[in-house]
């Protein structure tokens, strides 16, 4: 049987810059929205992400609060995972495409 261990605390989990992009991926977030909603800069995001910059212990914590409010890290033998929280409701992306192929906006629930 497999154990998967499954965290919220901030104490327990670390981000990286691979956990950061799966998370963002998850949720279907850009590095532009998670900078609105962590007040990280924008720059800061990007270079933790794409090119593996530290960031400051107060951007770590900003990113991780975030984050921790809509998924949880995980561990399974060994390896990281990410899953969305369960009270994270809706669609996971705001387009649809339609019958004909044209991107339209899907309705508000």
Do not use: C, Q
Request: aromatic share 6%.
């Amino acid at each position: 049987m497999r154990h998967v261990s499954i965290s919220d605390d901030p104490s327990k989990v670390w981000l990286t810059p691979e956990r950061v992009a799966s998370a963002m991926g998850v949720l279907h977030w850009d590095a532009a929205h998670l900078s609105a909603v962590s007040g990280v800069p924008l720059a800061t995001i990007v270079g933790y992400v794409d090119f593996g910059v530290a960031l400051a212990v107060d951007e770590d914590g900003a990113i991780k609060r975030v984050l921790l409010e809509k998924v949880e890290f995980t561990t399974s033998e060994g390896e990281p995972g990410i899953v969305r929280k369960a009270h994270v409701t809706g669609p996971l992306s705001h387009v649809t495409f339609g019958d004909n192929g044209r991107r339209r906006k899907r309705p508000k629930l």
